[in-house]
T-cell receptor, first 114, second 113 residues
Framework: AQKVTQAQTEISVVEKEDVTLDCVYETRDTTYYLFWYKQPPSGELVFLIR??????QNEISGRYSWNFQKSTSSFNFTITASQVVDSAVYFCALLNQAGTALIFGKGTTLSVSS | NAGVTQTPKFRILKIGQSMTLQCTQDMNHNYMYWYRQDPGMGLKLIYYSVGAGITDKGEVPNGYNVSRSTTEDFPLRLELAAPSQTSVYFC????????????FGPGTRLTVL
């Protein structure tokens, strides 16, 4: 069975702090895909990044960076120099090889105060 | 392109009433999904479809039905609404190409009283 665990329910930081959101996944597929989505207070789901199971190269995009480690089944997300606009719920998700199951974690609520 | 559209945006139902949540995508995507999001929880998969005429149950299908007569439309039917179905419902679609991300609709907020 597939499972995504986001152990951090809520995180509160002050602006300009760095923050890392953890994601641990379980799957028996040899090929799978991992995603991060952001849900701001307005409620829509905003796609942030996709990573293939066979591509462990980490990525940096502006203030965002992602650390994928297959050995520990983790796909962590870091925001550098956080801003108030980063306040949202962040979801990690796992897509199976067949594409039939896109499973979400319970989300981490990030609150950034000024 | 409109992407994934959902109607209505908000709805209040009485216990026992029925309704259909509409979902349409204009991207010619094969895969479509219905999720529900309860407060403080992640998204749980209700039903999915891999193409017209093909649907299957997800994690929480009880109390819901779906159909997929066309590529574009994937309606979700609630037959006998219950308070436990109070939630925000999201529809999503993606191509069949491996690993391509899902596009989500704006959601429907449903309250059952």
């Amino acid at each position: 069975a597939q499972k995504v665990t986001q152990a951090q329910t809520e995180i509160s930081v002050v602006e300009k702090e760095d923050v890392t959101l953890d994601c641990v996944y379980e799957t028996r597929d040899t090929t799978y895909y991992l995603f991060w989505y952001k849900q701001p207070p307005s409620g829509e789901l905003v796609f942030l990044i996709r990573r293939n199971s066979f591509d462990e190269q980490n990525e940096i995009s502006g203030r965002y960076s992602w650390n994928f480690q297959k050995s520990t089944s983790s796909f962590n997300f870091t925001i550098t120099a956080s801003q108030v606009v980063d306040s949202a719920v962040y979801f990690c998700a796992l897509l199976n090889q067949a594409g039939t199951a896109l499973i979400f974690g319970k989300g981490t609520t990030l609150s950034v105060s000024s | 392109n409109a992407g994934v559209t959902q109607t209505p945006k908000f709805r209040i139902l009485k216990i026992g009433q029925s309704m259909t949540l509409q979902c349409t995508q204009d991207m010619n995507h094969n895969y479509m999904y219905w999720y529900r999001q309860d407060p403080g929880m992640g998204l749980k998969l209700i039903y999915y479809s891999v193409g017209a005429g093909i649907t299957d149950k997800g994690e929480v299908p009880n109390g819901y039905n779906v159909s997929r007569s066309t590529t574009e439309d994937f309606p979700l039917r609630l037959e006998l609404a219950a308070p436990s179905q109070t939630s925000v419902y999201f529809c999503a679609s993606r191509t069949g190409t491996s690993g391509i991300r899902a596009f989500f609709g704006p959601g429907t907020r449903l309250t059952v009283l």
